[in-house]
């Protein structure tokens, strides 16, 4: 049985380009990823080092066979899923066109998967930010005498954080789609 290690760690729902290039380099080291586990563990096995892309696609569902078998056929090897992201591997092949390199054939295939990630994740955050959170940190940060109650200071804490969350994927999942744009 192969060597593994399990790696932690954190990216956002707008980070998955550069959760791209950290698995390569991790492949290029020698460690392939071969599972992902929630919230943020990547176990790998070792392997030569070589040359490998990895794609992530936000699809949402369960990936139908059919549609893995579309990705096999070009060469993609299907990793499994996790949080809603399909992830696929594929080794470099010297003198492959770039195009190969991609699992979207169009811009326009990038941005939709962009406006889905806004769609049902963002928006979905968002609504749970406003409910839970701030009607929470409202009703249990000042008691009757107006002192700070330890439950509102991690209410406090969480808001700061999802607010942080929030901010940071939505402005960079807009400058991918506006990058994206350019390009065209």
């Known amino acids: 049985m192969a060597k593994q290690k399990t790696k932690m760690r954190f990216f956002t729902i707008a980070d998955y380009l550069e959760e791209e290039k950290w698995l390569e380099q991790e492949h290029k080291n020698g460690w392939k990823l071969v599972k ?3 919230p943020c563990f990547f176990v790998f096995e070792e392997c030569p080092p070589e040359n490998a892309v990895y794609k992530l696609e ?6 139908a066979e059919d549609y893995l078998q579309m990705y096999q056929d070009y060469g993609w090897d299907y990793l499994g899923s996790c949080w809603g992201w399909n992830y696929f591997r ?3 092949v010297e003198g492959e066109d770039e195009n190969d390199k991609e699992i979207f054939s169009d811009t326009e295939s990038k941005i939709t998967m962009i406006n889905h990630i806004l769609k049902t994740r963002m928006w979905i955050l968002l609504v749970i930010f406003c409910v839970i959170i701030i009607l929470n940190i409202r009703h249990s940060m000042f008691r009757k005498f107006g002192f700070v ?14 607010l942080y ?5 939505g402005l960079k999942l807009r400058k991918i789609k506006k990058d994206l744009l350019k390009k065209e």
């Open 36 to 38: 992902m586990t929630i």
């Open 58 to 63: 936000y699809k949402d569902e369960n990936a």
């Open 90 to 92: 594929k080794i470099v």
């Open 149 to 162: 109650s330890i439950v509102g200071l991690i209410y406090l804490i969480l808001f700061i954080l999802y």
């Open 165 to 169: 969350l929030l901010i940071h994927s």
